[in-house]
């Protein structure tokens, strides 16, 4: 199952672009990365990946979870399209979006990945937030056990060794 770090978390979406066959392009970042970017180095449909929050929750058997929210868009730039051209690009990315979703439904059943489809949203995105890319912005959470366990060497430089033990004569 992915594990719960950022690094991981990327790379798996990464990797959903890089095999789905229409996907052209991936990145991921904040809401001002995709405002700078998206005027010249986005390549489409991208499949762009904000960076996620994590909230952490304990509960009383002392089982630390940590869950994922984030959203990923399926962008495609379209400048001076008709309304029928740009139509079809809504129509296309909503497609894509729901390609994505559905590897990420399959990976759940296959305990790739701890993904629920209760709570998702799927936001439309339009020339008012990126200069002429239109598509769709679907928010979800991931949830998976984290390890908070307490390292020492980590904090306290490297360990004493151990004392010896005692032999008997």
């Known amino acids: 199952m992915l594990n719960n770090k950022f690094s991981d978390f990327i790379s798996y979406f990464r990797k959903i672009q890089e095999e789905h066959t229409e996907l052209v392009y991936f990145v991921h970042g904040t809401a001002a990365d995709v405002m700078g970017l998206s005027r010249s180095e986005l390549e489409y449909p991208c499949l762009w990946l904000e960076t996620p929050e994590l909230k952490i929750q304990e509960n009383q058997a002392m089982e630390v979870t940590g869950s994922r929210s984030a959203a990923f868009m399926i962008l ?8 029928e051209e740009v139509d079809l690009i809504w129509s296309k990315t909503e497609e894509l979006a729901l390609d994505v979703l559905s590897r990420m439904r399959k990976d759940r059943r ?25 598509g769709w912005r679907v928010e979800f959470t991931l949830a998976r056990h984290l390890d908070l366990c307490f390292r020492p060497e980590k904090w306290f430089g490297k360990l004493p060794p151990a004392p010896p033990v005692p032999q008997n004569p």
Do not use: H, M, Q
């Open 76 to 83: 495609w730039n379209a400048p001076e399209k008709s309304a």
């Open 110 to 134: 296959e305990r790739k990945i701890n993904f629920n489809l209760n709570g998702v949203t799927v936001d439309p995105i339009s020339t008012l937030f990126i200069d002429n890319d239109y």
